[in-house]
């Protein structure tokens, strides 16, 4: 088996509508058509080819079918469905392929359900004659977590930077949000980082983040133990999952300040409208006292300090 290289489908938003989200892929050398799978921890993406019997829509359309419900995968990934979620039915017109899947499907994680319906979206794509498909649970329309119909995904759903021919990483500057002495007001710091090209930048923007300040007059937000334990960006949402680190061992700093740091940082520096935020996989209560972990934070300029004018 070759040695697996990675592609990352990036885009942030990508899942419609200039939507996207920041999924990574696996891949070995191209091939014609894909099978799509998990690697083992449900983190990315990875392909293994398939070579249809008959390369006519009809057929690929029924052997992909039979893969997809049938949650077979190569020994070193899991299958694109978890073992509760049932392929209930599907049907094809006018270049779309609506899939109906049964209550199950919303079980999933955040992270995971992203991941799958990429998987399932790009398998089916492959086939010309589909050009668009769309998921149904039980006969409604899927919803993101905002309870916006997700409606028809295309091949700009998901866009896709391709690995190869390109250097291991990349250098970007991004804007930071840390805290002045007060811990009432955020201040911003700008960093120049050198990253690998397969880290999303959401991930980037949270480890950062825990390293702290560099700045003299800036101080940190949150704690250096923070971590996360997993940043993915759909439906133009940056969803974030922090370790109980994050919540047990802030800074005494205000909690809006905490909050907003983090969210500006994402925003700033990420194609997201909207932060969540959660606990160990919770989103019940507040990240301590007053901010509740289930709101969707927009970006907040009214905590920034505003920069002294040189005029």
Do not use: W
Not at 25 to 32: A, T
Not at 71 to 82: F, H, R, S, T
Not at 122 to 148: A, C
Not at 274 to 290: A, D, H, P, R, Y
């Amino acid at each position: 088996m070759k040695k697996i290289i990675s592609m990352l489908l990036l885009a942030i938003f990508v899942c419609i509508t200039a939507a996207g989200c920041s999924i990574e892929v696996e891949e070995k050398e191209p091939d014609k058509y894909s099978y799509y799978y998990l690697n083992q921890s449900e983190t990315s993406l990875r392909k293994e080819a398939y070579n249809p019997k008959e390369e006519t829509g009809e057929n690929m359309l029924r052997e992909l079918m039979q893969y997809v419900s049938s949650k077979k995968a190569p020994e070193d990934g899991i299958p694109l469905l978890p073992e509760n979620v049932i392929l209930n039915s599907y049907d094809f017109q006018d270049s779309t392929l609506v899939i109906d899947f049964k209550g199950g499907y919303r079980e999933m994680s955040r992270a995971r359900e992203v991941l799958t319906r990429a998987g399932i979206v790009m398998t089916f794509l492959q086939i010309p004659e589909i050009e668009r498909v769309r998921f149904t649970l039980e006969g409604q329309e899927l919803t993101d977590s905002r309870n916006n119909k997700i409606g028809e995904m295309t091949r700009q759903s998901f866009l896709n930077l391709s690995r190869k021919n390109m250097d291991s990483y990349r250098y970007d500057t991004f804007t930071l949000y840390f805290t002045d002495k007060s811990g009432q007001k955020l201040v911003k710091e700008k960093r120049n980082i050198y990253y690998r090209r397969t880290l999303p930048k959401e991930s980037v923007v949270l480890e950062q983040l825990a390293k702290g300040p560099m700045e003299e007059g800036h101080y940190p937000v949150i704690s250096e133990s923070s971590v996360a334990l997993s940043a993915i960006i759909a439906d133009r949402i940056c969803y974030i999952d922090m370790n109980r680190a994050f919540q047990e061992e802030s800074p005494d700093i205000a909690e809006n300040v905490q909050v907003y740091a983090v969210v500006n940082s994402l925003l700033d520096s990420c194609e997201a409208d909207k932060v969540q935020i959660s606990i160990e996989g919770n989103m019940e209560g507040n990240l301590k006292t007053s901010m509740p972990l289930y709101t969707f934070y927009q970006k907040n300029e009214n905590l920034v300090e505003q920069e002294a004018s040189n005029s």
